[in-house]
Every structure is written in C-alpha cells, then in structure tokens.
C-alpha cells in the first residue's frame, strides 16, 4: 500500500467510522425509549433493556454501513476537491481510476463484513431479541392474583394480598403459605411486596418488606418466629411464560446455508417462495458495497459547482431509492408474484450500471460531471428560497 493509498483510506475512514457511531447510537436510542416502557412496566431489570439492544446491534448496523461508507467517499473526495488536492494529484499523472483502487478493496472487504452480518449475525440475534420480548411480555403473573382471594397456582405456595396495583407488581397485606415436602411448613406475613425479574436467569422474585415469618418445622419440635426487614423469594417458574419456540419460525430467523436447505424442505412458517427471495436479498444487499464509490466519488467531485450539502442529500436520496426497491422488490418476490431475478437483480445492475457509466464519464472527461447540471439547478432553486425567506423576515 503506497502513501498514497494510506491518505486517501484515512480521509475515507474517520467520516465513516464517525457516521456508523452516529446512526447507531441515534437508532438505539431511540429504540432504548420504547424498550424502557415495556420493560419496566413489566418490572424487568434495566440490564434486560440492555440485552436486548445489544441484539439490535447486527440489524441497525447492517442499515447504517452501506450509508456511513457512502457518506465517506463522499465526504473525503469533496473534501480534496475543494482544497485542489485532486487537482494536484492530476497533473501528476493521478487519475480517478487510481484512486478507486483502494476504496474498492475497503468496499470488497465490507461485501464479507456484510455477508456474515445478512447471512449470520442478524438471524440469529433477530431470534434473541424476539425471545426477549416474549419472556417480558407473556407472563401469567399480572393474571395469576385477584385482590384478597387465594391463589395457589405456584409450587406449594399459597398467597393472597389485601391490594393489587402497578400492573400486578405492587402489592400490600400480604399472606404466604409454604407447605414443605418433609412435612413442615412456613407461613409469612408483609406489609409490602414488589415482583421484578432476576437479572441471572430472568426469574420472577418477590422481595417482601416488613414482615414476620413463622417456620413451623416438623412436627413434635419448636417453631421459630423471625422479624424481617427485607426478604426475597423466588416465585416458582409455572407463573413465568413458556418456552419460547425454536430458532427458524420464519425465513428472517433463518441463516444463509439453513435458507439453501430450505430450498429443498421448507420448515413450518417458511415457503420456498420467501427462502429464496429472502437468500436473493441478502446477497444483493451484501454486493451493494461494489456499487457506492462509483457513484459517491463523481457525487463529491460537484462541491465547486453546488453546496456540499446538496451533494449529500441528493447521494442519501439515490441510497433510499435503492432501499426501497429492494424492499418493495422483496416483498413482491417472497409472495410469488415476481421472480427474485427481477426484483432484486435489476435495480442491482441499474445502479452498477449507472456508477460505472458516471464514473467512467467524469474520470475520462475533465470538468463534465453527470450530476453538475441537477445538482446546479437544485442548489439554486435553495438559493431562491433561502434568498425569498431573508426578505420575507426582513419585510416583517
């Protein structure tokens, strides 16, 4: 790798790794809110919540990467235009071809990064996630209790509480009966109780407060009486929810060589139409990453003629309208309306076939640009508005 090679990566690299921190973090934030709410309402630990955006990792970044590569490329090739870097680098015989070579060898390497990312990681932690949010959300506990009867669905546990509220969580005047398998027996009384979940094991825990507690023992000896501040018990497991099913329900739980065998013998929930569209879609999305330079590099060439926010706006629009094809595509491949070689392989070639020619043009003729006359009649049309929207606040 020449000096050459090594400044331009560095330039590359920074926007991006500062651009796939940025999306991620604006992504599990956001979901972190919603996760909160569930959570806690259910009396989870705060830990959970951090389990499970842990799983959301692979399939955020799998969104925020072909982004944060694009806006690098972009960002940096603009960046030495507009300091006449790349013009200094063309009068010594430096073209455009040339400094793609080492941003496709970065873009070959993120083809790998997203194949086990598509083809590994994200079914498998899609498939955490989701059990997850059963193990939250499909409890018999919240049902389990009706305010002062006895329920003795658990164990050899019986319980009863004088009050009910907070969702099932909170409760007062509390009574609890153990009968043990040697004969003896325990009953204790609380003026308070809450029920949370066990950050080990997830395990539903009732931590009584001030209360008295009454071992009864075997019969012929003492019984012994015990004041307690504080005490926890493990409420028994028939009150947490089922087992969760297993991995490969759907064609998205499903790895890439599990999809090719479900080609042959499709699991329940899963059709061959949807393991192909779904086998199709992965590598589409992985082979994405060729495509991005040969688009973002004549993109950032236009910071001289427009704004450089514009340039940016118009390469996110062109990345969205690529996302959305393939969406729509998948969807209507996975119902088996259309063939995955339609749906996903024609805005593929569309978009190479775009890069390669825009690319081709600006390397090969100085100063004509594929982008310079949209970009030019879109950054006016800002400077109209933006001019307009001065003299309007002026006149007011």
């Known amino acids: 790798m020449t000096l050459l090679d090594r400044y331009l990566l560095n330039r590359i690299m920074w926007p991006l790794l500062a651009t796939v921190v940025i999306a991620l973090l604006a992504m599990l934030l956001e979901r972190m809110v919603r996760l909160l709410d569930l959570v806690v309402a259910k009396g989870g630990p705060i830990l959970f919540v951090m389990r499970m955006l842990a799983n959301l990792i692979p399939h955020y970044l799998g969104l925020a990467l072909p982004i944060a590569f694009f806006i690098g490329i972009l960002m940096a090739i603009s960046r030495l235009s507009a300091d006449s870097e790349l013009d200094a680098m063309s009068a010594t015989g430096v073209s455009l071809y040339r400094l793609l070579a080492p941003v496709m060898v970065v873009a070959v390497i993120l083809v790998g990064c997203g194949s086990v990312i598509f083809g590994f990681l994200q079914p498998y932690t899609r498939y955490a996630y989701r059990a997850l949010v059963y193990i939250v959300t499909e409890t018999a506990w919240e049902s389990a209790l009706e305010r002062g009867a006895f329920f003795t669905g658990f164990g050899n546990f019986t319980i009863m509480a004088n009050n009910i509220s907070d969702g099932g969580r909170l409760l007062s005047g ?158 209507f491949a996975a119902s088996g309306v259309i063939s995955p070689y339609l749906a996903f392989w024609v805005p593929f070639f569309a978009y190479l076939g775009f890069g390669i020619w825009c ?37 007011t």
Request: glycine share 10%; hydrophobic share 40%.
């Open 174 to 331: 509390i009574f609890l009966h153990e009968e043990r398998p040697n004969g003896g027996s325990t009953t204790t009384t609380a003026e308070l109780g809450r029920v949370y979940r066990s950050t080990d094991d997830l395990g539903l825990i009732l931590r009584l407060e001030n209360g008295v507690r009454v071992d009864a023992g075997l019969i012929g000896k003492e019984a012994t009486v015990l004041s307690f501040d504080s005490l926890t018990l493990p409420l028994d497991t028939t009150l947490g929810p089922r087992a969760y099913r297993a991995r490969g329900n759907t064609h998205a739980e499903l790895t890439f060589p599990e999809l090719l065998q479900a080609l042959r013998n499709p699991p329940e929930g899963t059709t061959y139409d949807e393991a192909l569209a779904s086998i199709h879609s992965r590598a589409v999305r992985a082979l994405s990453f060729v495509f991005l330079p040969l688009i973002a590099m004549p993109l950032g060439l236009t910071v001289r003629r427009s704004r450089r926010s514009v340039s940016l706006g118009v390469g996110i629009v062109i990345l969205l309208l690529y996302h959305y094809l393939i969406e729509m595509g998948g969807g």
């Open 359 to 395: 690319f081709h043009v600006t390397a090969t003729r100085p100063g004509v640009n594929p982008f310079n006359r949209a970009l030019g009649a879109i950054d006016n049309l800002l400077g109209r508005l933006i001019s307009s929207d001065r003299y309007v606040k002026a006149a």
